[in-house]
């Protein structure tokens, strides 16, 4: 499987402080990256230099092929960006400002009439399409930024919070948008929703104080934890502490008096020994439920309780 956007061994210095040391990862077509990181981890510095809008300090950036550095025009036709805030023109409509985007980008007038047709269904821009950018709403405002980041069909996406600011109905169709250009083409998402990277992406980078702590697919993530999960329910309410001396037993968090979740090494799963304890307490065991480590649980292991 050829990559289509590989980045080795990325650094960026602002004087003596590193913003980003050494984020390296390889993205073939068909997959999409969830870029994670808590706020300063450095995601906004890489975004930066995988766009060419920031050079590194050191590394390489290779897009279809083409080297960032020493080959930006050609490496740049194939990239398409959405920053955080859509670049628009609001005193154009959508097919005006998608033609500009097609200029931009060298296309003839014939490819450009094909180009703005197929983003716009693929979009699904046809309702507004001959509307002011300033009249709509925000969610189509993010579907023309979107459609101006694939207008020229590119092989690498990198799509900057595509889903914020957005009601819970504009993003279920973001993410299915994401999802659908997922199929075709190397997309990196960054986010600060996790539930998004699990439903969009099928690969996760995990930034944390200008370092990569974490790099695998989603599938994978969760089993390189280390620990496992389980739902605890009881009819009367529980001693944490009690159940946390458990040899096992990693963490117990009360989501209510009667119900917990404990995290617990795989080497050494205690559910036996968490069933006898309640039972010898007299709680009464309801529920003892195997969970999935979820994103969530891994990126806040591998960030919590760290310095910024």
């Known amino acids: 499987m050829t990559d289509l956007l590989a980045a080795s061994r990325l650094s960026r210095y602002y004087g003596r402080h590193c913003a980003v040391k050494e984020v390296g990862f390889n993205l073939a077509a068909g997959q999409v990256m969830g870029l994670l990181g808590v706020n300063g981890a450095g995601k906004t510095t890489t975004l930066q230099m995988l766009t060419g809008n920031l050079a590194p300090s050191s590394g390489q950036i290779r897009i279809n092929g083409f080297d960032l550095l020493k080959e930006p025009i050609s490496a740049k036709r194939h990239l398409g960006y959405l920053p955080d805030t859509p670049p628009l023109y609001k005193e154009l409509t959508v097919r005006e400002f998608l033609g500009f985007c097609c200029q931009l980008h060298g296309l003839g007038k014939q490819a450009s009439k094909q180009a703005i047709g197929c983003v716009i269904d693929r979009c699904g821009l046809a309702p507004v399409e001959k509307r002011l950018l300033a009249n709509l709403s925000k969610g189509y405002q993010q ?13 690498v996406i990198i799509l900057d919070e595509p889903t914020v600011g957005l009601d819970p109905l504009q993003i279920r169709e973001i ?18 929703i996790l539930a998004e990277v699990a439903e969009s992406c099928s690969h996760v980078l995990i ?5 990569m702590v974490l790099t695998d697919s989603v599938a994978n993530i969760t089993n390189r934890s280390g620990t496992g999960f389980l ?5 009367l309410p529980v001693d944490a502490a009690v159940l946390l001396a458990i040899p096992g037993v990693v963490s117990v968090e009360k989501l209510t008096d009667r119900q917990l979740k404990i995290q617990h ?9 968490i069933s006898e304890a309640i039972t010898a307490a007299g709680w009464e065991l309801k529920e003892l439920t195997p969970l999935q480590p979820s994103i969530e649980d891994v990126f806040i292991r591998l960030t919590a309780g760290k310095a910024s």
């Open 175 to 192: 993410r299915s948008l994401i999802r659908e250009l997922g199929q075709q083409h190397s997309i990196v998402l960054s986010t600060h």
């Open 265 to 273: 090494a795989l080497a050494d799963n205690p559910s036996q020994r």
């Open 231 to 235: 739902l605890v329910m009881t009819a």
């Open 143 to 155: 579907r023309v930024g979107i459609a101006q980041a694939i207008v020229h069909n590119p092989e």
């Open 207 to 211: 930034i944390h104080q200008g370092e």
